[in-house]
C-alpha cells in the first residue's frame, strides 16, 4: 500500500502524540497482547533530536523478550501455543494491529503491514512507523550476536540499533551540531521538493555526514581565539561535507578515530569486530558496526539493490551539495 500523505504538524503536538503513544503501550499492551514492551524507544529525527518542521513521521521501536532472532531471521516456526495462537513475528504484528486497532479506536488508521513494521495514522494527522525488535540489554551483546549470523542476514536487525543511535545524538552530539543537522534536513526537503529526481538521502545518514564534518571542523578550531570562531566552524563544516560529498568513492567515516572518539565516545571499537566492519567506501553507524550508511542510507536502497547504491545513489546529492547553506537557522 502506498503511504498516506499527511499535512504538516507542530513537534510540540508530534511529542504530545509520541508520549501519548508510549505511554498507552507501557500500560496496556501486556494485558491485552500478552507481549511485554521491556522498552519503548523513540527513534527517527524526534528520538535523535533532530526533527525539524514540516511532514515527518513517528518511529517507534518496541523491544520485547516476546520476539526472538530467529523470528527476524525466520529460519524458525514455532509450534502453536497453549492459547491456539501463533506466535511467530507475522503472527506478532498482526496481533499488535489488532490490538492498537481494539484500544485507539479512532484514533488508528493502518496503512500497512511491512516486513518488521505497522504503519498507521495516529490521531488522522500523524504516519506512525512501529516496529518490533528482540531485547538487548547492552550493544555489545547485540555486536556478538551479528558476528554468529551470515553478513547477507545482519540488514535484517539493523531496526535493533534504534536505541544506541537515538542515545548517541541525545548523549554525545551537542547542541549545536544537532541545529546543523536540522540546517541540513531542512535544505534537503526543500531542494528535493524542486527536484525529486534519483535517490532521496535518508536523514539519519544525512546526520551522521553533518555531525562527523563538524567535529571534523570543531577539531581543527579548537584552539582558534578569534571572535568569529563559531561562524568559522560552520562554514569549515560545509566546505569539509561539500569535500566528503565530491569525494565520496573514497569515502570512509568512522567514529574511533583518537580525536572524534574524545567528542563522541564510541559504542564499539573497530578492533573488537572487525568481520563486523563493511569494506570502503563507508560510513559506519556509531550504533552498528556491520551498518554502511554509504549504502543502505538512501531511501528506496533494499539489499537487493546495494549495488546500485555505489553506481548512482550518489548523484543528487553530488549534483545539489554546493547549494546547501548551514549558516541560516530553520524556521
Same mark, same amino acid.
Given at each position: 500500500?502506498a503511504r498516506?500523505a499527511?499535512?504538516?504538524? +507542530?513537534?510540540e503536538t508530534?511529542?504530545?502524540?509520541t508520549?501519548?503513544?508510549?505511554d498507552?503501550?507501557?500500560?496496556?499492551?501486556?494485558?491485552?497482547t500478552?507481549?511485554?514492551?521491556?522498552?519503548v524507544v523513540?527513534g527517527?529525527?524526534?528520538?535523535?533530536?533532530?526533527a525539524?518542521?514540516?511532514?515527518?513521521d513517528i518511529?517507534?521501536?518496541? $523491544?520485547?523478550?516476546?520476539?526472538?532472532?530467529?523470528?527476524?531471521i525466520?529460519q524458525?516456526?514455532?509450534?502453536?501455543?497453549?492459547?491456539?495462537?501463533?506466535?511467530?513475528?507475522?503472527c506478532?504484528?498482526k496481533r499488535?494491529d489488532?490490538?492498537l486497532?481494539?484500544?485507539l479506536q479512532?484514533? *488508528?488508521h493502518?496503512?500497512n503491514?511491512s516486513r518488521?513494521s505497522?504503519?498507521f495514522v495516529?490521531q488522522g494527522?500523524v504516519?506512525?512507523?512501529?516496529l518490533l525488535?528482540?531485547w538487548w540489554?547492552?550493544?555489545d551483546n547485540?555486536?556478538?550476536?551479528?558476528t554468529?549470523i551470515?553478513?547477507?542476514?545482519?540488514?535484517?536487525f539493523?531496526m535493533?540499533?534504534?536505541?544506541?543511535?537515538?542515545?548517541f545524538f541525545q548523549?554525545?552530539?551537542?547542541?549545536k551540531?544537532?541545529?546543523l543537522?536540522?540546517?541540513?534536513?531542512?535544505w534537503r526537503n526543500k531542494v528535493?521538493?524542486?527536484?525529486?529526481v534519483?535517490?532521496?538521502?535518508?536523514s539519519?545518514t544525512l +546526520?551522521?555526514?553533518?555531525?562527523?564534518a *563538524?567535529?571534523?571542523?570543531?577539531?581543527?578550531? +579548537?584552539n582558534?581565539k578569534?571572535?568569529?570562531?563559531e561562524e568559522?566552524i560552520?562554514?569549515?563544516?560545509?566546505?569539509?561535507l561539500?569535500q566528503i560529498v565530491y569525494?565520496?568513492h573514497k569515502?570512509n567515516?568512522?567514529?574511533?578515530?583518537?580525536?572524534?572518539r574524545?567528542l563522541?565516545?564510541? $559504542?564499539?571499537?573497530r578492533?573488537e569486530y572487525t568481520?563486523?566492519?563493511?569494506?570502503?567506501?563507508r560510513?559506519l553507524?556509531?550504533a552498528?558496526p556491520s551498518?554502511?550508511m $554509504?549504502i543502505c542510507g538512501f531511501?528506496?536502497v533494499?539489499?537487493?539493490? *546495494?549495488?546500485?547504491?555505489?553506481n548512482?545513489?550518489?548523484?543528487?546529492?553530488?549534483?545539489?551539495?554546493?547549494?546547501?547553506d548551514?549558516?541560516k $537557522?530553520?524556521?
Amino acid at each position: 500500500m502506498a503511504r498516506v500523505a499527511m499535512a504538516a504538524i +507542530s513537534q510540540e503536538t508530534a511529542r504530545r502524540y509520541t508520549h501519548e503513544l508510549v505511554d498507552h503501550l507501557n500500560h496496556t499492551m501486556r494485558e491485552r497482547t500478552k507481549i511485554t514492551p521491556n522498552e519503548v524507544v523513540v527513534g527517527g529525527s524526534l528520538g535523535q533530536e533532530t526533527a525539524v518542521p514540516g511532514k515527518f513521521d513517528i518511529d517507534l521501536v518496541i $523491544y520485547t523478550r516476546e520476539v526472538t532472532t530467529d523470528d527476524i531471521i525466520g529460519q524458525s516456526s514455532r509450534e502453536l501455543s497453549e492459547s491456539g495462537g501463533l506466535v511467530g513475528y507475522g503472527c506478532l504484528l498482526k496481533r499488535l494491529d489488532e490490538y492498537l486497532n481494539e484500544t485507539l479506536q479512532d484514533k *488508528y488508521h493502518k496503512t500497512n503491514i511491512s516486513r518488521y513494521s505497522i504503519i498507521f495514522v495516529y490521531q488522522g494527522v500523524v504516519e506512525v512507523d512501529l516496529l518490533l525488535s528482540p531485547w538487548w540489554d547492552a550493544p555489545d551483546n547485540f555486536y556478538r550476536f551479528l558476528t554468529t549470523i551470515p553478513a547477507k542476514i545482519r540488514p535484517s536487525f539493523t531496526m535493533c540499533a534504534n536505541k544506541w543511535q537515538a542515545a548517541f545524538f541525545q548523549h554525545h552530539v551537542d547542541q549545536k551540531a544537532k541545529e546543523l543537522v536540522k540546517r541540513a534536513k531542512a535544505w534537503r526537503n526543500k531542494v528535493w521538493s524542486r527536484n525529486p529526481v534519483g535517490f532521496q538521502p535518508k536523514s539519519y545518514t544525512l +546526520s551522521l555526514l553533518v555531525v562527523y564534518a *563538524y567535529i571534523r571542523a570543531m577539531l581543527q578550531f +579548537s584552539n582558534c581565539k578569534a571572535g568569529n570562531k563559531e561562524e568559522r566552524i560552520v562554514d569549515r563544516t560545509k566546505k569539509i561535507l561539500e569535500q566528503i560529498v565530491y569525494n565520496h568513492h573514497k569515502m570512509n567515516i568512522i567514529w574511533d578515530q583518537p580525536g572524534l572518539r574524545k567528542l563522541l565516545p564510541p $559504542y564499539y571499537l573497530r578492533r573488537e569486530y572487525t568481520s563486523l566492519l563493511p569494506s570502503r567506501p563507508r560510513i559506519l553507524d556509531p550504533a552498528n558496526p556491520s551498518s554502511n550508511m $554509504y549504502i543502505c542510507g538512501f531511501k528506496g536502497v533494499t539489499p537487493s539493490s *546495494y549495488h546500485d547504491a555505489i553506481n548512482g545513489k550518489w548523484g543528487w546529492f553530488v549534483a545539489n551539495i554546493g547549494t546547501l547553506d548551514l549558516s541560516k $537557522y530553520v524556521d
